[in-house]
């Protein structure tokens, strides 16, 4: 079946920045105006939706765009000061709600930016880094930062509002950084960064959570440890090197000094690809290791892939392993139970004499993996090499014919599952996609017909199903939900759910920390009221 997959229009500003050019035609600075993405077509709104949508308008309440029998989703626009070097000053999304931008003297950095409900966030910079070095929310509380010579950061002070006390200072700071980027050349160590994040906002406090990250050569996290508890860790000598007492780790207890987790080894092929992923560990010191008895310590699955980089085997520790098989066709997906015929744990419970309750359990256990062996799952993939039939082997039956389980899925071209059919040949769902694969309605077995329809902006806008419920939501300028409504076939229409913000309060609401946040929250349970917030949020 032919059918419209997607369509989009760019339109863009003339030169003086006073219309929207028609379309194809294109300014000599080729400013954006805005981009209009195929939505719907009236057609499949009527084929799918049939009288469900009378009374709603789709333009003001869906914020979608109508043309030619062609409902469109506008992409917003932007507005260009043409005396600031046509930096954006002011953006709108597809219902008008405004947000602007203010901008320094340079017009280099913004200072800040203004949503369409008054909400102002701040920022001052660092013109060396280019990088904030205070922000300021909507409630007036900030955050401060600083940087070393090669502009990294070094400090994050997080603080309430001017004036008041709450909060860090970059003198005593909530987080902070410092980096050894030397330390390859000076101790043939990878580089590092130490971090150090406040627990209580007080600088008279002791209580930090501290964390080592230890990097490679290729940027990629070789070592993090963080820190811990006092209690049991592997002994160390005068010399830092591991004890041993009969090849066996010691382990002494590091109390009152806290001991450090370190992440366990990940070792990979030249492809980047992990092969082995060793368990966590405890250490004394958060410096780095590179001792096998700890960065391996543990056990950990052996990973195998093919020249495609596609994992194609995993050894399990207790001597199991699963495996996936790969042709133009098919995927065979082997779990542990299917090649437990293979397997070392079953040759090892082969070899055992009965005779005692522990050999007795094991072999039992084997005997009744036999059961499962060689019944992997099969995916059967289409010409773009996509599952659509997945096929569940159950072994076999008392005729000791196999009993094959079948699902089936009818995909269309853009990979959208249209229906989804079950092992004994019912359609367990039928679904329907929108141009760009925006669903619109599921017909399940179990829980029967639903349609959704989203607004311009993708929030759930109206909600139908078989039983006569409508749902419906609408939302503030921000996007942000506001009420919700159900109703029962020609019953009238209920609230079933209310937000309120903090910008409802007023200039008051900054007071209390509410711009940005719920103030209260009605639904059938009752009411929830947030009486402030602290200047985190």
């Known amino acids: 079946q032919k059918r419209l997959l997607s369509r989009v229009q760019s339109y863009y500003y003339s030169d003086d920045l006073s219309q929207r050019l028609a379309l194809g035609s294109c300014g000599a600075r ?65 219902f008008g709600n405004a947000s602007t931008i203010a901008y320094d003297d340079y017009t280099l950095l913004a200072l800040s930016v203004t949503d369409p409900l008054g909400n102002v966030s701040a920022a001052a910079h660092d013109y060396r880094t280019l990088q904030p070095t205070l922000v300021t929310d909507p409630n007036g509380n900030r955050q401060a930062a600083a940087y070393d010579a090669l502009g990294m950061l070094v400090k994050v002070a997080v603080m309430g509002k001017s004036g008041e006390n709450d909060g860090d200072t970059l003198d005593d700071p909530t987080i902070e950084l410092s980096y050894d980027l030397d330390a390859w050349v000076q101790e043939s160590a990878p580089v590092s960064v130490y971090t150090k994040v406040r627990e209580v906002h007080d600088p008279q406090t002791t209580l930090f959570q501290q964390r080592y990250t230890y990097s490679g050569g290729m940027g990629q996290v070789v070592l993090e440890k963080t820190q811990a508890e006092p209690g049991l860790a592997p002994e160390r000598d005068q010399n830092g090197d591991l004890v041993f007492n009969q090849g066996e780790l010691v382990f002494a207890d590091t109390s009152p000094d806290l001991r450090w987790i370190g992440t366990g080894r990940v070792i990979v092929d030249n492809k980047g690809n992990p092969i082995k992923q060793y368990e966590p560990f405890f250490d004394s010191a958060p410096v780095y290791v590179d001792e096998v008895q700890l960065a391996e310590w543990g056990v950990t699955p052996l990973l195998h892939y093919d020249p495609l980089g596609r994992l194609i085997r995993t050894d399990l520790p207790d001597g199991t392993f699963s495996k996936v098989t790969f042709t133009p066709w098919e995927q065979l997906t ?164 209310r937000t309120v913000y903090g910008e409802s309060l007023g200039q008051s609401a900054a007071d209390d920390n509410h711009r940005g946040q719920v103030y209260a929250l009605y639904d059938t349970a009752g009411e929830l009221v947030f009486d402030a917030y602290d200047f985190k949020g």
Request: aromatic share 8%.
């Open 334 to 497: 082997h779990d542990p139970n299917d090649t437990v015929l293979d397997s070392d744990w079953y040759a090892e419970r082969d070899a055992r004499t009965p005779g005692t309750d522990e050999n007795d359990a094991e072999i039992d256990a084997a005997g009744k993996a036999e059961a499962h062996a060689a019944t992997p799952g099969r995916s059967v993939l289409d010409h773009l090499g996509r599952p659509f039939l997945r096929v569940e082997d159950n072994g076999l039956d008392d005729q000791q014919d196999p009993l094959l389980f079948e699902t089936r899925l009818a995909l269309d071209i853009e990979g959208n599952t249209l229906t989804v059919t079950d092992a004994r040949g019912n359609v367990a769902a039928t679904n329907t996609f929108a141009p760009g694969g925006v669903q619109l309605s599921t017909d399940s077995a179990d829980a029967g017909a639903r349609w959704t329809l989203p607004s311009a902006l993708g929030a759930p806008l109206r909600a139908w199903d078989e039983r006569l419920h409508r749902w419906r939501w609408t939302y503030d300028a921000l996007n942000r939900p506001t009420h919700a409504y159900v109703k029962h076939d020609t019953d009238d229409e209920l609230l079933r759910e």
């Open 30 to 94: 080729a400013l954006p105006y805005e981009t209009l993405t195929l939505a719907f077509t009236a057609g499949q709104l009527s084929a799918v939706f049939g009288a469900k949508l009378t009374g709603l308008a789709l333009d003001t309440e869906g914020g979608y765009r109508a043309e030619n029998d062609l409902w469109w989703r506008p992409s917003g626009r932007q507005i260009f000061d043409d005396t600031a070097f046509y930096r954006p000053v002011e953006v709108r999304d597809p």
